[in-house]
Structure formats: C-alpha cells, structure tokens
C-alpha cells in the first residue's frame, strides 16, 4: 500500500535553512504537497510539486523531488520562529476517478526553532 | 475571499452518541473531503465528494458516512461514537479534487 515516511523532528537555529525530508512508496504519485500545521488549527497549503519537476522555489521554500529515490525536500531559507509548526509531506496517486483516493500524508515533522 | 469554513469548532460527547460535523468549502470549489486527524498522526481520508456524488472512501466503518448538498456543502456524520473516534476532523476544499485547501478542522473529544 502507499506509504509516506517523515522524521518526527528537527532542530535548527533561527537564521539557518530547514531541511525536511520525507520518502514516499506510491511509484504512480502525481501531486507532492507540503502543509503546515501550528498548534490547535488545520492545515496550511505551503506548496506543491507535480512529479514531472524536480524543483520548486517559492520565496523562502524549495522543493525538491527525486523521482527515482521517492524522495521530497522542502528547504526553508532563513528560518524564523514563525515557521515552528508540524509540515506534512503528502501525495496523492496518479488520477483514478477524479483523485477519489484523497491524500497520504506523513506522521508529520516537528519544526523546533531555537533562538 | 472565505476559506474552508467548520462548524462547530470543539464538541464534547459520550459513547453510543451521534455526532453531525460540518463543512463550507471555498466559493467555486465543488469537491469536498473528509479527514480525520488523531493526535499525533497525520490525517487520514475518509471521503470524497464531488458534484454531490461520493468519489472515494477511506478505511473507515460504515458509522461514518457523509453528504454533500446543492451548494457543496457537506455533512459528515459519525454513529456510535467511540472513544477512538477522538480527534480532529478537517474538511477540505478543492476545484478538482487535486490541490486540497484545509479548514481549521473540529475537534471532537468523546467521554
């Protein structure tokens, strides 16, 4: 079955770049996405990366995505005490009936910021 | 513009109840999802709506079942509750089923 597997944390200091990486089973994944979640509400939409590209940069964010390892990154440049949060990496299966299959998400990644 | 809308924001309720959640997408999307969020893990899907027709299902029983109304409004609806079906409830919104937009999710506390 389709799986996605993430470290459950990462420390950094704030003013250094956040790396978190996350791996992935499904061969047919179309959509890669990164959300974020902070304490007590849902989930933010950060980014997104259709599986025909290897990168994505959005301001402070870059995704990477390497196909042939199943693996995803999502770099955050300079990172502030903001950013501390739970990110998700999900996917979503090569389109069956419409994406009827919603998304697999990861067990999320603890962001800790240190000052 | 308004985004994903849920209501209620907390509910409390004992074993054996019914409970009703709710969900308002974003303006122009007609698809809607169901998750549910335990503490600690990642969502996990429990349906697809589009168009009012249900698209795909999750690995949940059947004391979890759904709607979608005319306006793409959707239910969720969870019979006998248990103390397991603790946990946050998100509905998300699409335009077509891909890139999902999250509300801020109901979080249910069974006794």
């Known amino acids: 079955g389709e799986d996605v597997e993430q470290s459950l944390f990462l420390s950094v200091r704030e003013g250094d770049s956040s790396v978190i990486n996350c791996t992935y089973t499904d061969s047919s994944s179309t959509y890669l996405y990164w959300y974020k979640q902070e304490p007590g509400a849902g989930l933010q939409l950060l980014t997104y990366i259709f599986s025909n590209m290897d990168m994505k940069q959005d301001q402070r964010l870059t995704v990477l995505l390497n196909k042939k390892d199943k693996h995803l990154s999502l770099r955050i440049a300079d990172t502030q005490t903001g950013d501390s949060a739970i990110y998700f990496c999900a996917e979503s299966p090569f389109l069956r009936g419409g994406g009827a299959d919603g998304l697999t998400f990861g067990k999320g990644t603890h962001l800790i910021i240190q000052p | 513009d308004a985004g994903v809308t849920q209501s209620p924001t907390h509910l409390i309720k004992t074993r054996g109840q019914h409970v009703t959640l709710r969900c308002s997408p974003i303006s122009g999307h007609k698809s809607v999802s169901w998750y549910q969020q335990v503490l600690g893990q990642g969502p996990q899907f429990i349906f697809q709506?589009?168009?009012?027709?249900?698209?795909g299902r999750g690995n949940f029983p059947d004391r979890f079942s759904a709607r979608q109304f005319p306006n793409y409004s959707s239910e969720l609806n969870v019979n006998a509750l248990l103390l397991g079906d603790s946990a946050l409830y998100l509905c998300?919104?699409?335009?077509?089923?891909?890139?999902?937009?999250f509300g801020p999710g109901t979080r249910l506390t069974v006794l």
């Open positions: 709506y589009y168009e009012k027709e249900e698209r």
């Open positions: 998300a919104s699409s335009v077509d089923a891909d890139t999902q937009y």
